[in-house]
């Protein structure tokens, strides 16, 4: 089986620990792992739970898309902001709900942009 480097990726971009993001999808920290280094296969609910956690497509978790849709792409600047969250004592859920936030705003801007051109 694939490693999950989508999952790791994302979790990681949290700012979330293995144990920290097991315990908001409702999985033991061992679980977690095994389906990050491959070992399992999450069952389909779980997978559902996770992207909706994260924000993204079932698509985008699994790698059936190329690459993530430029808003969910992980840069150094999001690492950053999460580092800087984290150290100003914002939650997991808070960094998250504004990756949400970002998201929907780099969508608005892009069907602005294609309204205009």
Not at 15 to 22: D, I, N, P, T, Y
Not at 91 to 116: G, M
Request: include cysteine; charge should be neutral; proline fraction near 4%.
């Amino acid at each position: 089986m694939p490693k999950w480097t989508r999952l790791i990726e994302l979790r990681k971009a949290a700012g979330l620990s293995q144990e920290e993001l097991a315990e908001r999808l409702g999985i033991i920290r061992s679980r977690l792992g095994n389906y990050e280094l491959g070992d399992r296969e999450p069952e389909f609910a779980l997978m559902n739970r996770i992207a909706d956690f994260f924000g993204i497509t079932l698509d985008e978790l699994v790698g059936r898309t190329d690459q993530p849709s430029p808003a969910n792409i992980i840069t150094a600047e999001w690492r950053e902001c999460v580092a800087q969250a984290k150290s100003l004592g914002f939650t997991p859920e808070q960094v998250i709900q504004a990756l949400h936030l970002v998201r929907s705003l780099k969508s608005l801007n892009q069907e602005k942009k294609d309204r205009e051109g």
